[in-house]
């Protein structure tokens, strides 16, 4: 069970929906490392009561300031939302355990390896590993950037390789790092954010550097720590402090995909990263999943298993534009942040960071209410 399936099962749950997970693999773990979540999203956790929890286990963005290699300012901009929700940085193990508890017992299930969902009979269908099957009225595809349900809804097509990996990792949060907001470095070709995390006890760091791509077959291997260091030598000796406390880091290759075409087919929607998995340079990708999650339980709450496929189109018309443009700003961050990242023709590289109030403004149950009822309206009888 990753973030964003997590997330939705909670979602759903709060709407009355009766949620089954399956999950691969024999347990639920999360990589130990850090999350950002934006007000876009945390001001939909504080409606299921979680803003008590959030700032017990996280720690509250106060500004995220951006530095040059040597620790020259050159951006940054406040986090809070108007409406006075914050963004927090968070701990991803933590935070997938408080989702998990907050599923009635017996509606997980682990060790269960997903090969195929299909539309079936008015049924959508779903075929395990083990030869089991099992059908419902919908089937929510959260099963991340190498879905198996994707194949479901478009052509099967592998993600596209970004040239750049991740270097990430936990440090305490000690004497010479004492961090209490996160923060960017960047010398255009690579990038290091770092970020306190579990009550400010921890400093998550991810390094993003250019890469030929790790060997084949693996996504994420452990990273060598003199390779980390040489790749931020020279840099604010903030960073050079927190590098020199890491004692263990992962590196993971970085893989997107551009927007699909469709999110739906027939009883079966995709979710977080099997739907739209971008690089983290807006930090946005679990958001995503949180506002997926949150907009399909609005949609899904109290309807007949015959309204099924339409409240999944009206998902799809909800999220397939915010979405897109998500992945846009991402893309637009990752060529800031890396002078070597693609421009598209007649594209010019961005100045800054993206960042705007607008983007964390966006309310998704609101909006779901909106095209719910524009849906509504539509199917009325004119008198
Ligand atoms: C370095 C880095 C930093 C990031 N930082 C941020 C950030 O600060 N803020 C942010 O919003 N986003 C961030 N992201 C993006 C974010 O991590 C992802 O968007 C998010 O974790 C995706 O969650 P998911 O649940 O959709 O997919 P996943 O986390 O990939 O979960 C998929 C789950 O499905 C299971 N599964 C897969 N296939 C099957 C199958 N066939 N059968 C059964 N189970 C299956 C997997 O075991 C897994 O548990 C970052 C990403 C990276 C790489």
Known sequence: ?????????????????DVTVFEQASEIREVGAGVVIWSSTSRLLARIGMTDTLDRIGVRAKELPAFDAKGSRIGGSPTTGDDGAAAYFLHRAELL????????????????????????????????????????????????????AQHAVVPPAPPIFSNL???????PNGPGIAMDDGAVWTDRKRYLVAYPVSSGRLVNFVGVVPSQGLPEGSWSMRGSLKELRA???????????????????????????????????GRIALLGDAAHPMTPHAGMGFGQAIEDGFGLAVLLEGCTAAQVPERLRLYEALRLPRTAEVQDITRRNAQFFHETFPLAPGEDRPGGIYASRELFGHDVEAAARTILQKAGDARRPVP
């Not at 969902?117 to 059908?135: C, I, P, Q, S, Y």
């Not at 990996?165 to 440090?171: Q, S, T």
């Not at 931020?232 to 890491?246: E, H, K, M, N």
Request: proline share 4%; with cysteine.
């Open 231 to 265: 790749e931020f030598d020279g840099w604010d000796s903030r960073v050079g402090r927190i590098l020199d406390a890491v004692t263990e880091t992962y590196l993971w290759s970085l893989f997107y995909r551009k927007p699909l075409p469709r999110i739906v087919a």
């Open 165 to 171: 990996a991740a270097y990430r990792g936990l440090v």
């Open 97 to 148: 355990q408080i989702f998990s508890d907050m599923l009635p017992p017996g509606h997980v299930r682990l060790g269960k390896r997903c090969v195929q969902a299909t539309n079936e009979n008015g049924r959508a269908k779903l075929v395990f590993a083990d030869g089991a099957t099992e059908e419902f009225d919908v089937v929510i595809g959260a099963d991340g950037i190498h879905s198996v």
């Open 1 to 17: 069970m990753g973030l964003g399936g997590a997330t939705a099962a909670a979602a759903l749950t709060h709407r009355g929906c």
